[in-house]
């Protein structure tokens, strides 16, 4: 019988798994996998177990929010194999899932998690550590860590509408050169993101929707720093209507992005605290997550792939 090891986090999200996690465990035995449970004991601790476990697992299936997500991937990425992932999201916004299609349906999630096909997805590498779908900084980026799980169980996304709100009248400015692919970009940020995602802090297509999760390159959106009130009003209207206004933002593709800043940054890594740095390179490790997926779901992102890899070449006159 294959081998499953099923991390999950007990407190995640609104407790939607505790009433179903025997039905849960009942949908992966009949997958026919003998299945260890690990419930999570604390912060990092999802990291630590899939580090350090000493069995051969066919398979690693978890679930949580995304911070459980990227403690198991950033595991299994330092061990440096490619068991695949399977996903049960129990979170609060669940982004990845989101952009992947993987339902929001406990026991559909689950079956998808034994029963679907892997999907090669990229991975970030971020110094030495890694994410799965964002890495940021600036405005709003401490909003998911540093909201109190209990606010997040109680309101759901609206609180992290609420924390963010208190933020917007305290704007940073940090002052970061960017390099990437022979281009050199220096400016006064109050946002810069790294994303593998069509989904961020919950809110869709904020990024667009031309994301390929598997072709080696991320997207990079950097918004500067409003120098007065009209700049500022002018970024949140390109951002409600999710179209990147180039006068007050770089956006780009690349597979290797470095940022290097006087003071110190804070980052987060898939909405958890990724510290503070003053140099920051950021590496796409192209097809290096497996992650379960519905069949028709990874046929369904093979088909869009091919169709924005036509217009992207249309676009930008590339050979790809």
């Known amino acids: 019988m294959k081998k499953m090891l099923f991390i999950y986090n007990p407190n995640a999200g609104t407790g939607v798994l505790k009433p179903k996690l025997a039905d ?35 398979i690693i299936v978890c ?5 459980t997500l990227d403690e198991v991937v950033t595991g299994v990425s330092k061990r440096g194999g ?18 992947l299609h993987i339902s929001g349906n406990i026991l559909e999630a689950a079956d998808v998690a034994v029963n ?35 606010m997040k169980n109680v309101l759901g ?44 802090g919950g809110f869709k297509g904020i990024i667009g929707k031309d994301v390929i999760f598997d ?7 950097l918004i500067k720093t409003p120098k007065n009130p009209i700049a500022l009003n002018e970024i949140i209207a390109s951002l409600v209507i999710k179209q990147i206004d180039s006068n007050h933002v770089y956006s780009f593709r690349s597979g290797e992005i470095h940022f290097e800043s006087v003071e110190e940054i804070p980052w987060t890594l898939d909405g958890e605290f990724g510290g503070e740095h003053d140099e920051v390179t950021i590496l796409n490790k192209k097809q290096g997550l497996l992650i379960m997926v519905a069949e028709d779901t990874k046929a369904r992102l093979e088909v869009k792939k091919e169709e ?3 217009k992207i070449k249309e676009e930008e006159g590339l050979e790809i």
């Open 215 to 221: 072709d080696g390159l991320f997207e990079v959106t």
């Open 308 to 310: 924005l890899l036509e």
């Open 24 to 58: 849960v465990i009942d949908i992966l035995v009949k997958g026919g996998y003998e299945v260890t449970t690990y419930p999570t004991q604390c912060y990092h601790d999802a990291l630590a177990k899939t580090v350090t476990y000493t069995e051969d697992y066919d």
């Open 63 to 67: 679930s949580g929010g995304d911070g």
């Open 82 to 99: 490619k068991v695949p992932i399977g996903y049960i999201p129990a979170g609060t916004t669940n982004d990845f899932a989101h952009s």
């Open 157 to 200: 996304h609206l609180a992290y509408i609420l924390e963010g709100s208190k933020q917007i009248f305290n704007i940073p400015a940090y002052h970061v050169r960017v390099e990437h692919d022979g281009e050199v970009i220096e400016d006064d940020f109050m946002f810069g993101m790294v994303t593998n995602s069509r989904s961020v």
């Open 116 to 150: 679907g096909v892997p999907f090669p997805c990229d991975v970030g590498k971020f110094n030495d550590d890694y994410f799965v779908y964002i890495a940021a900084f600036g405005l709003f980026t401490d909003v998911s860590y540093g909201t109190k799980q209990s």
